[in-house]
């Protein structure tokens, strides 16, 4: 089968794609709003407007009902549902996990997908919970890995999605991933996050999904199932999640509640609606309280906000500031900056992956320091080759002669060459006071700069000298 | 002249207000669009479908153009511009300020003003830009002030403004605001502010917004002229500034820039319109590229985009969370962190204003450390009488058999009584891992307590015992 997924531009360890499907070339990281096939909270023709290119909906549901299961059968899944570009169908792995039982055989339901051309199939899998027994989580993922050798060797036409189960324990997830990517998938879901997700570990969600990506590999398209909020697009797009689905902007809606990209609000609590999308545009807070259609304009408010923020993700990735992203969105929940905190310690991880041409560095927090061009740059020091008289020195203006090497002094990084003052990322923008991690890391690199050069003589003045310079 | 500005809801220094005009009363904190008399960019008809209720006009162009002149004074102000609710009027100070002269008399445009039936009018001041010498700011001041006690001795029906110079001097702001504030003004904009916040000097412009607050007291409205762009109305109206005026919605539109909440970007640059507003559902990047309409478009976005935060801006302060907006908005860039950073040294003066009711405290970055809740603690934890044998522990399983007391702890605040865990703000969400600002904050705390408490024997029982606990 041909390379389905191509990469055009990267930035931590998201990327914009273009997958490939039956129904058309999609660019990623895409958000799929799931569609009931019972009943359209918002029509499909409507979710095209809206700005969607690309949907999901649920097989199971479909075969269920014999009499969609006949119209899908005959007229195939785009007529019944409405739509014509690309379609994922989900198996009823999440009814199983759910209900613990359902009335179809694996090969049956994934056949049936392959009948009613659905863009891409979902084997139907065991989507173990977090916290389960180490025992059961291997024992589900041996069977999940059963059935999906089974699912690999069918003929298709079809994309095929490979789950990528392990509960919460990475050494499983990474070791699951590892086996799929040698079968023919085309797809990755991680699967049975959403109980993370729900409960906002995102540290432990970063755990799982980086370990996940470290078996795959970087070139395969990922899944995060069921990651529909748009508080956490920013931070799954840096860990190379490509395809999100939100059953959220409907089910939210149900409850009465209202997206934003910091969080969710109950509308009755709610003095106004900061944002400008047509529902938001038209009607004020007591408005859409009231409202007839309420369920259905607070659905579409959910939706527009979602997809929005994954323009944003986008336009990020294109100019190489998604960290910048991540330290604005990080801070709307304590939980969400564990988890970039999380990422940020899997720096060396992110620096073999991160590309290369960046907007301006902002130094933004203490996690900044954790950013991938500041590890590049730790690893890098040692190679600058010094001899006789350096000057270490934080003052533009300071008086140079007789050095026979200037450095200039920025925390995070430390000493660099004076010339490359204007070169990304050294011409970083910086509070006016360094922070201790900045300093720290400065230090460390000064320490190993000094170390890496015996032979030469280092002068270092610094207007303000951080306490720690000379220590490890 | 009856109380024309009540206040509803604090959160920080800033705050919910009702602002009496002669032409309505209007909800602050308000962003005024610029409109320009000669040439509506967005008509003001659409200005209010678009969700503006104020706006600010120049009598100065009005007045030097002999045909505008007329009709203003003949049909007055609002039929003239076609817009009914209420409306401010520049004087011609910032012309004054890029063209160092202009053609009319003080007294002549505020009467002028007055004549054409102006909601609120600006007398003819100097603004002093920043970085002047100590002589010029002063003797500019004292300039101001004499045409202000002239102008503040006149009737009137329209309301009147009191424009706080004083360059980038904070001892000048404070006492030009003290000395206006005994004067009959309505409301009081903070000048010359522009070029700091042209040029980033965000903690500049904290400084010197926090010093005339201080000289004015809490009660009255303060106008901070010429902050146009949405990424800085969180931090501004954290200051307890009330009304903004932007002339940025056009400006930005003619240069091609589109306005974020994050930032500015070259339309020519972007590869999505991350936004729900009308204007960026209805073109991608490419077409609002080729329109004829392309400036009245940008423009209307980038009005859509401030007004949508200033309703954030209020909801945050509704629900006392805007310290939690400011954690994210000022990771935009460095120069607003810094401007965080400096609002956050003036914890106790905001502990004196804030108001107490809250959302959950959010522990998102070391400024967190100085929020006014974690100031107000600081100084009461003193207040806690304790004999006997007291255990401070982090562990809710501790064994506490035999303790008189029981203290639970958490950074940033330290120890507290056990039974107000699910109290605010103790019941905060916290990261994991404390930063060392939460952990010196609660060790300064722990000390205190045993300080204050000599009598008291203390046990402290800590999964992971803070190295500075026991420092000052």
Not at 32 to 44: E, G, T, Y
Not at 357 to 365: A, G, H, I, Q
Not at 435 to 454: C, F, H
């Amino acid at each position: 089968m041909p390379d389905r997924f191509e990469i055009l531009q990267k930035d931590l360890a998201g990327r914009i794609g273009r997958l490939s499907t039956p129904h058309g070339v999609i660019e990623t990281p895409v958000l799929m709003p799931v569609i009931n096939p019972h009943l359209q909270l918002i029509p499909a023709s409507e979710i095209v407007r809206m700005g969607a290119n690309m949907i999901i909906t649920n097989s199971y549901i479909i075969h269920q009902d014999p009499k969609l299961r006949d119209q899908a059968l005959e007229k195939g899944l785009h007529k019944l549902i409405g739509f014509q570009g690309p379609i994922m169908t989900d198996s009823g792995a999440f009814q199983l996990s759910v209900y613990g039982d359902i009335e179809v055989l694996p090969l049956q339901i994934l056949n049936f997908q392959f009948n009613i051309q659905s863009d891409i199939c979902v084997p139907l899998d065991i989507p173990t919970p977090p916290d389960v027994s180490r025992e059961q989580a291997e024992s589900e993922l041996r069977l999940t890995e059963e059935r999906l050798i089974e699912a690999a060797a069918l003929d298709r036409s079809s994309l095929l999605a490979g789950p990528i189960q392990g509960s919460t324990y990475p050494d499983l997830r990474e070791k699951a991933a590892g086996f799929l990517k040698d079968l023919s998938f085309d797809v990755y879901p991680v699967g049975g996050v959403v109980p993370l997700m729900e409960s906002y570990r995102f540290r432990e969600l970063v755990e799982v999904v980086t370990a996940a990506k470290k078996g795959l590999g970087s070139g395969a398209p990922v899944h995060l199932f069921g990651a529909g909020h748009p508080m956490i697009f920013a931070l799954a797009s840096a860990l190379g999640c490509d395809l999100f689905d939100s059953a959220a902007y409907a089910l939210y809606a149900r409850q009465g509640r209202y997206l934003t990209v910091r969080g969710t609000w109950k509308l009755e609590e709610m003095h106004y609606l900061p944002c400008s999308c047509p529902v938001c545009q038209e009607h004020d807070q007591k408005e859409l309280m009231e409202s007839q259609q309420r369920i259905k304009l607070l659905a579409m408010h959910n939706l527009y906000v979602s997809l929005q923020e994954m323009k944003l993700v986008k336009q990020c990735i294109r100019e190489g500031s998604l960290w910048d992203l991540l330290e604005s969105r990080c801070r709307s929940h304590p939980r969400l900056l564990d988890g970039l905190k999380r990422l940020g310690s899997e720096g060396q991880w992110l620096e073999g992956l991160d590309g290369s041409r960046k907007s301006t560095f902002f130094y933004l927090s203490p996690e900044s320091s954790f950013r991938p061009e500041v590890i590049r740059y730790a690893r890098r020091i040692e190679r600058l080759m010094l001899e006789g008289d350096v000057l270490i020195s934080d003052d533009p203006e300071a008086d140079t002669a007789g050095f026979d090497h200037v450095l200039h002094f920025k925390p995070p990084f430390g000493p660099y060459p004076a010339e490359l003052s204007e070169t990304y990322p050294f011409n970083a923008e910086v509070p006016e006071n360094p922070d201790d991690s900045a300093l720290k890391q400065a230090a460390r690199n000064t320490k190993r700069l000094i170390e890496a050069n015996p032979k030469a003589r280092f002068s270092i003045r610094l207007r303000s000298l951080p306490e720690s310079i000379g220590e490890k």
